[in-house]
Protein backbone atom coordinates (compact mmCIF):
# COMPACT_ATOMS: atom_id res chain seq x y z
CA UNK A 1 0.00 0.00 0.00
CA UNK A 2 1.41 3.18 -1.08
CA UNK A 3 1.30 6.06 1.58
CA UNK A 4 -0.13 9.14 1.68
CA UNK A 5 2.56 12.01 -0.28
CA UNK A 6 2.08 14.08 2.52
CA UNK A 7 3.67 12.03 5.25
CA UNK A 8 6.64 10.84 2.76
CA UNK A 9 8.00 14.11 2.08
CA UNK A 10 11.22 15.72 4.03
CA UNK A 11 10.71 18.69 5.44
CA UNK A 12 10.41 22.24 4.19
CA UNK A 13 13.98 24.21 3.86
CA UNK A 14 13.72 27.13 5.84
CA UNK A 15 13.18 30.21 4.71
CA UNK A 16 16.29 33.04 3.62
CA UNK A 17 14.66 36.91 2.77
CA UNK A 18 16.24 39.76 3.41
CA UNK A 19 13.69 42.58 4.19
CA UNK A 20 13.64 46.04 2.20
CA UNK A 21 13.95 47.91 5.61
CA UNK A 22 17.38 46.01 5.98
CA UNK A 23 18.25 46.42 2.13
CA UNK A 24 17.58 49.95 3.04
CA UNK A 25 19.40 50.32 5.97
CA UNK A 26 22.80 49.10 4.48
CA UNK A 27 21.88 51.77 1.33
CA UNK A 28 21.98 54.32 3.66
CA UNK A 29 25.40 53.77 5.01
CA UNK A 30 27.15 55.25 2.11
CA UNK A 31 24.73 58.59 2.59
CA UNK A 32 26.52 58.97 5.95
CA UNK A 33 29.92 58.39 4.19
CA UNK A 34 28.80 60.79 1.66
CA UNK A 35 29.16 63.76 4.21
CA UNK A 36 33.06 62.96 4.10
CA UNK A 37 33.82 61.76 0.26
CA UNK A 38 30.61 63.68 -0.97
CA UNK A 39 29.16 60.85 -2.78
CA UNK A 40 25.70 62.55 -2.47
CA UNK A 41 24.76 62.03 -5.95
CA UNK A 42 25.73 58.08 -6.04
CA UNK A 43 23.69 57.63 -3.13
CA UNK A 44 20.59 60.06 -4.17
CA UNK A 45 21.05 56.97 -7.39
CA UNK A 46 21.13 53.82 -4.82
CA UNK A 47 17.91 55.59 -3.09
CA UNK A 48 16.17 56.24 -5.96
CA UNK A 49 16.88 52.43 -7.25
CA UNK A 50 15.93 51.40 -4.13
CA UNK A 51 12.35 53.10 -4.22
CA UNK A 52 11.50 51.96 -7.74
CA UNK A 53 12.32 48.59 -6.87
CA UNK A 54 9.85 48.90 -3.80
CA UNK A 55 7.22 50.28 -6.25
CA UNK A 56 7.21 47.44 -8.22
CA UNK A 57 7.30 45.11 -5.93
CA UNK A 58 3.98 46.78 -4.94
CA UNK A 59 2.79 46.50 -8.16
CA UNK A 60 3.28 42.61 -8.44
CA UNK A 61 1.72 42.01 -4.93
CA UNK A 62 -1.33 43.91 -6.29
CA UNK A 63 -0.93 41.49 -9.25
CA UNK A 64 -0.71 38.31 -6.97
CA UNK A 65 -3.17 39.89 -5.01
CA UNK A 66 -6.16 39.84 -7.97
CA UNK A 67 -4.62 36.63 -8.61
CA UNK A 68 -5.97 34.93 -5.54
CA UNK A 69 -8.91 36.88 -5.67
CA UNK A 70 -9.79 35.22 -8.88
CA UNK A 71 -9.37 32.02 -7.82
CA UNK A 72 -11.31 31.54 -4.31
CA UNK A 73 -12.27 28.28 -3.58
CA UNK A 74 -8.91 26.31 -5.34
CA UNK A 75 -6.63 24.72 -3.01
CA UNK A 76 -4.19 21.75 -3.52
CA UNK A 77 -7.05 19.72 -4.78
CA UNK A 78 -7.83 21.66 -7.18
CA UNK A 79 -4.09 21.59 -8.22
CA UNK A 80 -3.50 17.83 -7.99
CA UNK A 81 -6.18 17.37 -10.64
CA UNK A 82 -5.25 19.23 -13.10
CA UNK A 83 -2.57 16.40 -13.38
CA UNK A 84 -2.91 12.59 -14.23
CA UNK A 85 -1.78 11.41 -10.80
CA UNK A 86 -2.34 7.76 -12.17
CA UNK A 87 0.48 8.07 -14.26
CA UNK A 88 2.37 10.81 -12.01
CA UNK A 89 3.69 10.76 -8.63
CA UNK A 90 1.65 12.26 -6.14
CA UNK A 91 5.19 12.90 -3.96
CA UNK A 92 6.29 15.43 -6.52
CA UNK A 93 3.69 17.15 -7.23
CA UNK A 94 2.40 18.11 -3.53
CA UNK A 95 6.29 19.26 -2.93
CA UNK A 96 6.05 21.39 -6.27
CA UNK A 97 2.89 23.17 -4.61
CA UNK A 98 4.54 23.49 -1.43
CA UNK A 99 8.10 24.60 -1.97
CA UNK A 100 6.76 27.09 -4.58
CA UNK A 101 4.61 28.65 -1.35
CA UNK A 102 7.45 30.57 0.39
CA UNK A 103 8.56 32.35 -3.42
CA UNK A 104 5.42 34.08 -3.83
CA UNK A 105 4.13 37.48 -2.81
CA UNK A 106 1.05 36.25 -1.44
CA UNK A 107 1.78 36.14 2.15
CA UNK A 108 -1.64 36.45 3.76
CA UNK A 109 -2.71 32.70 2.40
CA UNK A 110 -2.06 29.79 0.13
CA UNK A 111 -1.62 30.94 -2.88
CA UNK A 112 -3.52 28.79 -5.45
CA UNK A 113 -1.33 27.61 -7.92
CA UNK A 114 -2.48 25.78 -11.36
CA UNK A 115 -0.35 23.38 -13.35
CA UNK A 116 -0.55 26.35 -16.56
CA UNK A 117 0.81 29.02 -14.42
CA UNK A 118 4.07 30.49 -16.65
CA UNK A 119 6.98 31.13 -14.51
CA UNK A 120 8.07 34.46 -15.91
CA UNK A 121 4.81 35.66 -17.33
CA UNK A 122 2.24 35.12 -14.80
CA UNK A 123 4.69 34.10 -11.76
CA UNK A 124 7.25 36.47 -12.56
CA UNK A 125 10.00 33.90 -11.31
CA UNK A 126 13.66 33.80 -13.74
CA UNK A 127 15.77 31.09 -14.49
CA UNK A 128 18.09 31.13 -11.44
CA UNK A 129 15.17 31.42 -8.85
CA UNK A 130 13.22 28.09 -11.18
CA UNK A 131 17.04 26.80 -10.84
CA UNK A 132 17.37 26.82 -6.93
CA UNK A 133 13.30 25.64 -6.47
CA UNK A 134 13.74 22.88 -8.83
CA UNK A 135 16.92 21.56 -6.68
CA UNK A 136 14.96 21.88 -3.73
CA UNK A 137 11.58 20.31 -4.73
CA UNK A 138 13.92 17.07 -5.94
CA UNK A 139 15.64 17.51 -2.52
CA UNK A 140 11.93 17.16 -0.44
CA UNK A 141 10.54 14.39 -2.92
CA UNK A 142 14.06 12.73 -2.84
CA UNK A 143 15.01 12.61 -6.34
CA UNK A 144 18.38 13.34 -7.70
CA UNK A 145 19.46 15.96 -10.39
CA UNK A 146 22.07 14.18 -11.36
CA UNK A 147 22.21 14.16 -15.67
CA UNK A 148 19.54 16.74 -15.67
CA UNK A 149 20.70 17.14 -19.79
CA UNK A 150 19.03 13.53 -20.62
CA UNK A 151 15.57 14.15 -19.05
CA UNK A 152 13.02 15.06 -21.63
CA UNK A 153 12.11 18.32 -19.96
CA UNK A 154 15.01 19.69 -19.57
CA UNK A 155 15.15 23.28 -20.92
CA UNK A 156 11.58 23.38 -21.90
CA UNK A 157 10.42 24.17 -18.47
CA UNK A 158 7.77 26.63 -18.82
CA UNK A 159 5.11 25.78 -16.62
CA UNK A 160 4.17 24.59 -12.97
CA UNK A 161 3.08 21.43 -15.39
CA UNK A 162 6.44 21.04 -17.39
CA UNK A 163 8.47 21.19 -13.49
CA UNK A 164 6.29 18.32 -12.06
CA UNK A 165 6.85 16.53 -15.32
CA UNK A 166 10.85 17.32 -15.44
CA UNK A 167 10.68 15.80 -11.65
CA UNK A 168 9.04 13.24 -12.34
CA UNK A 169 11.74 11.37 -14.93
CA UNK A 170 14.50 12.61 -12.74
CA UNK A 171 15.65 9.04 -10.90
CA UNK A 172 14.49 8.19 -7.19
CA UNK A 173 17.51 8.43 -4.38
CA UNK A 174 17.48 5.30 -3.08
Given amino acids: MIRASRRRLLPPTPEKRLSIWWLSFWSAVPDGLGCFFHT ?21 RRKMRTIVASRTGESICTYARQFDYRRLDTQTMRATFEELQPWMISREEIFPFRASDRFEEDLHFDGEDLDMMAYDIARRCQRSMENVESNPYFGSVKTVHDLVLFLNHQPKLV
Wanted: aromatic residues 10%.
Fill in 40 to 60: SLISLVVHGLIFLGWLEGKRQ
